[in-house]
C-alpha cells in the first residue's frame, strides 16, 4: 500500500523536519510513503479575495499534476473530523473496498483551490484551529502512523 502527501511548500524549520523524518520512518514498516512538496506562492499580507483565489488556482495546478492514481483526502476546514480509531477505521475500510492507495493533501497558507477540493474524493478536517501548513504535515503523519498501530492490533498511547 502507498500512501503520498502532497503539499504546499517546503519545511524551513528543523524541529519540524526532524519530526517528519521521523514519522517517515515509522511508517515505513506498514506503507510505502511519498512525501510531495509543490512551491508556493508569495502571499503579503494585505492580499485581495481575486489575488487570494489566483494564487491557490496556480498551488492548486501543481497539486493536481502531483497527485497519482489513488484515493484523494484533501485537508479542509469544512471537511468530517474523526477520532484517531475513527481515522483508522476509515482507512481500513476504504482498502477493503479496493481502495489501498492514499493521497493527502495539505494546502498552502492560503488553503486548497476549489478544483482541488471537487478532485478529492473525501475532505478530512483536524481541527476547527488554524496550523501552520507545515505542522500540519507532522500531524497528519503522526495520525497516519496512529492508524496504522489500530489497523495492526498494535499498542498505541492514548
Do not use: W
Not at 496550523?131 to 507532522?138: A, E, G, I, K, S
Request: charged share 30%; glycine share 6%; hydrophobic share 40%.
Amino acid at each position: 500500500m502507498r500512501t503520498q502527501i502532497v503539499c504546499v511548500g517546503k519545511i524551513k524549520e528543523k524541529f519540524f523536519r526532524d519530526a517528519v523524518l521521523e514519522y517517515s520512518k515509522r511508517l515505513s514498516r506498514y506503507v510505502k510513503l511519498d512525501i510531495v512538496e509543490v512551491s508556493d506562492e508569495r502571499a503579503p499580507e494585505n492580499i485581495s479575495l481575486a489575488s487570494q483565489k489566483n494564487i491557490k488556482d496556480k498551488e492548486g495546478e501543481r497539486i493536481i499534476k502531483a497527485v497519482k492514481n489513488s484515493f484523494v483526502v484533501a485537508l479542509d476546514l469544512k471537511g468530517l473530523k474523526f477520532s484517531s480509531e475513527k481515522f483508522a477505521d476509515f482507512i481500513k475500510k476504504s482498502r477493503v473496498l479496493g481502495t489501498g492507495d492514499f493521497t493527502f493533501i495539505i494546502g498552502g497558507s492560503l488553503g486548497l483551490s476549489d478544483k482541488v477540493l471537487e478532485m478529492a474524493d473525501f475532505r478530512l478536517c483536524f481541527s476547527d484551529m488554524t496550523f501552520p501548513h507545515q505542522l500540519m504535515r507532522v500531524i497528519l503523519l503522526e495520525q497516519i502512523y496512529r492508524a496504522e498501530k489500530i489497523i495492526a492490533n498494535e499498542p498505541y498511547h492514548k
